[in-house]
């Protein structure tokens, strides 16, 4: 069983992988691993669209437990680290995917946008709630995915876990300690 809500962890790990370029290889396979993953979430239904819940049947094939997408952020946010760190074409490809799939789905004539009660079903059904992440992830992350590095550029801006840009303080840098571990020292 994986949640959309795991899509995020692949951002988490390609973050872990700058961080700590001695584990680098082993945070970047695990964070590919997740983008394609949650990208398979998308593909195997009608719309486009990720479900809320996918089931893994003989530890390989997924098939939806919850149906419903209710705009949630999570994949284009580790698709948006992936980009930045690899420059690999084919998460900007999956954004685009994304991105068609809820113009064609989730806007709704109000001018609005707004879930779908099942993402395997069409025509679809849309639910009546915009959800507030939607505009302050969902659209920010897909947004970041295809402007250029400078808007926002990851060495000075750190994404908190609601996609808000903090300006990372260069006064304190982590120190190697002797043991391999780390501490921090204010400069």
Sequence with gaps: KMDHLVCFAGGMFMLAAQEWPESRPKWEVLAKGLGETCHDMYKATATGLGPEIVDFLDGRDLTPRSWKYILRPEAAETWFYLWRFTK????????????????????????????????????????????????????????????????????????????????????????????????????
């Excluded at 809820?102 to 709704?108: A, D, F, P």
């Design 88 to 187: 690999d074409q084919r998460w900007r490809d999956y954004g685009w995917e994304m991105l068609q799939a809820l113009w064609k789905y989730c806007r709704v004539p109000s001018g609005g946008f707004a879930g779908v009660r099942n993402v395997s079903r069409l025509p679809v059904e849309n639910d009546d709630l915009m959800q507030s992440f939607f505009v302050s992830e969902t659209l920010k992350y897909l947004y970041l995915l295809f402007d250029d590095e400078e808007a926002l550029p990851l060495e000075e801006w750190v994404l908190s876990t609601e996609a808000h840009p903090f300006k990372r303080k260069r006064s304190t840098q982590p120190k190697r300690q002797a043991g391999g571990g780390r501490h921090w020292e204010r400069g």
